[in-house]
């Protein structure tokens, strides 16, 4: 484990599948001073994470000085992949995140921004959510902070997170048990959303983190954390 002071966290998504396990991660870690939420209103989140309420994410400049005074911004919102147009995929995926990662790099130039993408994303595929994670990739490359993107494939929620998404709940729960067999076995295709929130913490104490890691290295350093 790397050396480091307390980290101070802004997770965004807490509510999400991925950002849940995050923010159990970061609550469990003695690592992690704080940690606070980016939300778009007053979310049911554990009493330790403080919430800071923006109902628009591409209007982050204007809560820009309540960004300040973080390490890491762990960035975990998104729109599910299936079922969402593709205009809407685009603003919340590209636009939003954008717009939050240059707010947070203006109030923290010294800090590190860790954007959960996805396993393939590619600016140059033919399959629009990959298209899309690709572009968002490319464009947080250019900020004048340090990011890393992480590309997870399947994402198992842990037990006590969950899918908010109707549509997708049938999947997580009979595919569960299948999913955790595959992680043991095939861990470039499938990780937790603990192990992801555990990797991140790494990362933000890392003198040089990756610029990329994809799902195989997410389960080592999140695997690694948790020993």
């Known amino acids: 484990m790397y050396e480091t002071r307390p980290l101070r966290i802004l997770l965004t998504g807490a509510t999400g599948l991925v950002g849940q396990g995050v923010a159990r991660a970061c609550l469990a870690s003695p690592q992690v001073a704080r940690t606070a939420a980016l939300v778009r209103g007053k979310a049911r989140l554990d009493a330790r994470i403080e919430q800071i309420v923006l109902a628009d994410f591409q209007h982050a400049r204007g809560v820009g000085p309540q960004l300040a005074g973080f390490d890491a911004c762990f960035y975990c919102a998104g729109a599910p992949p299936v079922g969402t147009a593709e205009d809407e995929y685009r603003k919340v995926t590209l636009d939003a995140t954008l717009a939050v990662a ?24 033919r399959i629009m959510p990959l298209r899309i994670k690709g572009e968002t990739e490319a464009a947080l490359t250019q900020l004048a902070v340090r990011t890393v993107m992480l590309r997870p494939a399947g994402v198992r929620p842990v037990a006590g997170t969950g899918t908010r998404h109707a549509a997708l709940k049938p999947l997580y729960r009979f595919g569960g048990p299948l999913m955790a067999a595959a992680g043991r076995v095939l861990p470039s295709l499938v990780t937790s959303n603990e192990a992801i929130g555990r990797a991140m913490i790494v990362l933000a104490t890392m003198p040089e983190p990756p610029p990329v890691l994809e799902c195989a290295q997410i389960n080592r350093l999140g695997g690694a954390a948790a020993a």
């Open 102 to 125: 240059a707010a947070w790099a203006e109030a923290n130039p010294d800090g590190r921004f860790l954007y959960v993408s996805g396993a393939h994303a590619n600016p140059h595929s």
